[in-house]
Every structure is written in structure tokens, then in C-alpha cells.
T-cell receptor, first 114, second 112 residues
Framework: EAGVVQSPRYKIIEKKQPVAFWCNPI?????LYWYLQNLGQGPELLIR????????DSQLPKDRFSAERLKGVDSTLKIQPAELGDSAVYLC????????????FGPGTRLTVL | KQEVTQIPAALSVPEGENLVLNCSFT??????LQWFRQDPGKGLTSLLL?????REQTSGRLNASLDKSSGRSTLYIAASQPGDSATYLC???????????FGTGTRLQVFP
């Protein structure tokens, strides 16, 4: 069974530029998560989707970040414009449902903002 | 607010040793507790998931315990190997925040 797929793996941009990350979850997983991980820290949730609906986006900086999950499968996370402090690893995860099920993580996208 | 703490932050042991990683959390209203492994530059791999009604889970050389009343979990690794070298993260599924809250991890190095 294929795992969670993310692209790109690495991205280097200049500040104020836009950037987008893509995630394809495990087939059949209704719940999809985007996490932010800073160096030496554990991941922090940005947004959680149940199918197409964003059910928890309380930690998403909505002035510059946006996300979508079309048809309840793939998801895209966008930053516009990027700031120096956005440099981090962006992780996507999926699970059958929220609560009792294991979350499976993708390899992440390492973003560097210059 | 749920806070998750992992001790020690780093650990270096010779191959073959049995070792214990500790995780503590402040709010006992949890769905479950998960242990993950993260290799450098990689995503997280789930090792063990303990539901709130369970006391422990085992997988191969790994055993994780959960004591909700004291807000503690331990991950026991038997007969450690160099391939076990990685960062181990504890995460708690918290009712009050309705999200998975992670600790900062324990960086383990097992040398031959």
C-alpha cells in the first residue's frame, strides 16, 4: 500500500514569493492533516480536513496561508507571501478518521525562505 | 492547555542495552497516545498507538505503557541496535484541544 505522498521535497524561495505544497493521502483515508515542524520541535497542527471540510484550522495563519482539499482526496497548502519565519518542514498526514486511528505521515517538504 | 514533555532530550547508549524513554502530559483527558520515530530529514513513522482504555502495547522489541492518572507513558526498547538511532516523539490525542499534541522528542543514538 502506498504511503502519503508529498511534493516537492525541498523548496527554496525568496521572501514575498508564493509557494505551494501538494499532498496525496493514503487511499481511503478520510482525514487529512497539515503540520508545521520547526527544527528541534514536534509537529504542530495547521489544519485538519474531514473529507472536503476543514474542521480545525484554528492554527492556520489565514492572512497568508490557505489550504484546500478538492474532492476529499488530494490537498494543497499555499503560502502567499512567504516570510523568513516560514522556513520549516511542512508535513502532511492522513488517517481513517480522527480520534482513535493512527496517523500516517508523508516525508515532508522542507521550505527555506531567503 | 495540554503540554507534553519528553525526557531525556538526548540519549547515547552502546548496542545491546535495554532503554526507557519517558513522556509526560498535563491533561489526562486523552483519546490515545502514540509513539513515533523520525529519521533525519524524513517524516514520522508510527510505532505504537495506545488507546486511553489500554495500559500497554507491544510490537517486537518495543513496549509502550500508559498511566493516564499520573500523566505518564514510557517506551521500552529491548536489546537496542544501531538501526534504532533516530528521534522518538510522543504525541497525545487530547479531548480538550481536539488535536494531537507532540513532545519535542528524544534523540537516540545507539553505537556499535
Amino acid at each position: 500500500e502506498a504511503g502519503v505522498v508529498q511534493s516537492p521535497r525541498y523548496k527554496i524561495i525568496e521572501k514575498k514569493q508564493p509557494v505551494a505544497f501538494w499532498c496525496n493521502p493514503i487511499s481511503g483515508h478520510n482525514t487529512l492533516y497539515w503540520y508545521l515542524q520547526n527544527l528541534g520541535q514536534g509537529p504542530e497542527l495547521l489544519i485538519r480536513y474531514e473529507n472536503e471540510e476543514a474542521v480545525d484550522d484554528s492554527q492556520l495563519p489565514k492572512d497568508r496561508f490557505s489550504a484546500e482539499r478538492l474532492k476529499g482526496v488530494d490537498s494543497t497548502l499555499k503560502i502567499q507571501p512567504a516570510e523568513l519565519g516560514d522556513s520549516a518542514v511542512y508535513l502532511c498526514a492522513s488517517s481513517l478518521s480522527w480520534g482513535e486511528d493512527t496517523q500516517y505521515f508523508g516525508p515532508g517538504t522542507r521550505l527555506t525562505v531567503l | 492547555k495540554q503540554e507534553v514533555t519528553q525526557i531525556p532530550a538526548a540519549l547515547s547508549v552502546p548496542e545491546g542495552e535495554n532503554l526507557v524513554l519517558n513522556c509526560s502530559f498535563t491533561d489526562s483527558a486523552i483519546y490515545n497516545l502514540q509513539w513515533f520515530r523520525q529519521d533525519p530529514g524524513k517524516g514520522l513513522t508510527s510505532l505504537l498507538l495506545i488507546q486511553s482504555s489500554q495500559r500497554e502495547q507491544t510490537s517486537g522489541r518495543l513496549n509502550a505503557s500508559l498511566d493516564k492518572s499520573s500523566g505518564r507513558s514510557t517506551l521500552y526498547i529491548a536489546a537496542s541496535q544501531p538501526g534504532d538511532s533516530a528521534t522518538y516523539l510522543c504525541a497525545v490525542g487530547s479531548y480538550n484541544t481536539d488535536k494531537l499534541i507532540f513532545g519535542t522528542g528524544t534523540r537516540l543514538q545507539v553505537f556499535p
